[in-house]
């Protein structure tokens, strides 16, 4: 390579006569981004046909009024308006509004406590850790219906066991006043298990020498719990919290099973996906019940974008 000197002050510089070539950006291969598309296909026209195209038809016909046979007709939003002044579905949202506000905090907080002791070196662990998530793999109808039987007012087993202690039990799921809160006690005992297994994975990727270290300057397990544990653990806790939000806003299963359309308790205990359901297959209204639907996926998204915008506050990343 030919180069050429010159002098400055008293000090010889080579300096190069040719630039260094420039990279050239390689051209994009279109038979890797075919077959890339290709192979993402498949979930793409599933989550389009059986998610997106039916939010797109629900938010269409919550505008709409239904007749019979299938007929519809463009009403606005007179749907909106009746489900803002109609007072079940008020009364709906404040049973849903119960429901997630107790057995979301009162779930995640028993699921971290028992994460914590099913961490420990005990006997029978496996054991443990199997019936508390046996529940998770049950069908939720099977779950109900055995506490509808628990539940029962004249020979079930929960009153049975008050009636040794003379003490006379309530009617679990017809008393219009605690039905609600009996499917509750359900929710919550119900999603222990899911909720353990992914703290408990949380709980075995913190590196013990933080305990170690906290041990030498004198830490306490309570001190270790709050100062390491929950830190460590907020980025399970808040994925916890996102996912037993949604599904807390859309409980239905126990609520038709539990207590059904027959009971005198149910306008007192139905939740919102419970009206969704009697509007649009009961009474044939559905073009109300896409409304309600629709509000219900306004709420969850906007819970869901507060706690994604409040995470930076609480959530420690490592």
Same mark, same amino acid.
């Given at each position: 390579m030919t180069t050429s000197e010159r002098a400055v002050e008293g000090h010889t510089i080579e300096t190069n006569l040719h630039p #260094?070539?420039? &990279? #050239?950006k390689s051209k994009p291969c279109y038979s890797d981004w075919f077959w890339g598309y290709l192979m993402i296909a498949p979930t793409m026209i599933g989550l389009g046909i059986f998610y997106l195209w039916p939010t797109i038809q629900t938010i269409y016909f919550s505008f709409t009024k239904w007749g019979a046979f299938g007929n519809h007709s463009w009403i606005g939003l007179e749907n909106y308006k009746r489900l803002f002044h109609d007072p079940v579905t008020l009364e709906a949202f404040k049973n849903t509004l119960i429901f997630v506000v107790i057995t979301v905090p009162v779930g995640i907080a028993i699921s971290i406590i028992v994460a914590v002791l099913l961490n %420990?070196?005990?006997k029978g662990l496996t054991v443990y850790r199997t019936l508390y998530f046996l529940p998770v793999v049950t069908m939720p109808a099977a779950v109900a219906m055995v506490w509808r039987w628990l539940y029962n007012s004249d020979y079930g087993l929960i009153n049975q066991f008050l009636s040794f202690f003379s003490i006379s039990g309530p009617r679990w799921i017809t008393d219009p006043n605690i039905a609600l809160y009996s499917v509750i006690i359900v929710a919550i005992w119900s999603t222990i298990g899911y909720n353990m297994v992914i703290i408990l994975s949380g709980l075995q990727g913190i590196p013990t020498t933080y305990y170690e270290a906290a041990t030498i300057d004198g830490a306490g397990p309570f001190v270790k719990f709050f100062k390491i544990t929950l830190p460590m653990l907020s980025p399970v806790i808040f994925f916890v919290t996102i996912m037993s939000l949604i599904s807390a806003f859309q409980v239905f299963d126990l609520i038709l099973m539990m207590i059904g359309p027959n009971n005198n308790a149910i306008e007192e205990? %139905?939740? &919102?996906?419970? &009206?969704?359901?009697?509007?649009a297959f009961v009474v044939n209204d559905k073009g109300y019940g896409a409304a309600i639907a629709v509000v219900l996926l306004i709420i969850i998204l906007i819970i869901t974008a507060v706690q994604l915008k409040l995470q930076k506050k609480w959530v420690h990343y490592e």
């Open positions: #260094r070539p420039k &990279l #050239r %420990q070196k005990i205990s %139905q939740t &919102l996906v419970y &009206l969704f359901y009697h509007a």
